[in-house]
């Protein structure tokens, strides 16, 4: 499975932006995705997922109410749609795939930067 994140770029603070994860396999194969994101001289942390059964979705708190994530799988294509944006959302954002329950993240995509001026 290869993914590609793209949408990237720089935004002001309160604005949006959408990323997209393009999958070089059906999306609906895969059980999970998700987005991680890793801030300058920070670990990488969960942003947020969604499975492939009944497209439930998961959130960090740090996110939640502004960040929506959706699958396209017409599209075999994995959304994050990010609004009103903090300084602190500045990040370099991966997508990532779970193929099966019992697993982990086993496939990561190259990351996209998100930068958000204050």
């Known amino acids: 499975v290869q993914l590609q994140a793209s949408g990237g770029g720089l935004v002001q603070a309160g604005g949006s932006l959408r990323l997209s994860c393009a999958a070089s396999?059906?999306?609906?194969?895969?059980?999970?995705m998700g987005w991680f994101r890793q801030a300058p001289g920070k670990e990488r942390e969960f942003v947020g997922s969604?499975?492939?059964?009944?497209?439930?979705?998961y959130y960090a708190d740090s996110v939640k109410g502004r960040f929506t994530i959706s699958r396209d799988n017409a599209e075999n294509t994995l959304y994050l749609q990010m609004n009103s944006l903090k300084p602190e959302d500045t990040a370099v954002y991966y997508c990532?795939?779970?193929?099966?329950?019992?697993?982990?993240?086993?496939?990561w995509g190259r990351g996209t930067l998100v930068t958000v001026s204050s």
């Open positions: 990532a795939a779970q193929s099966d329950p019992f697993g982990n993240w086993n496939y």
């Open positions: 969604i499975t492939r059964s009944v497209g439930s979705t």
């Open positions: 396999v059906r999306t609906s194969s895969i059980y999970r």
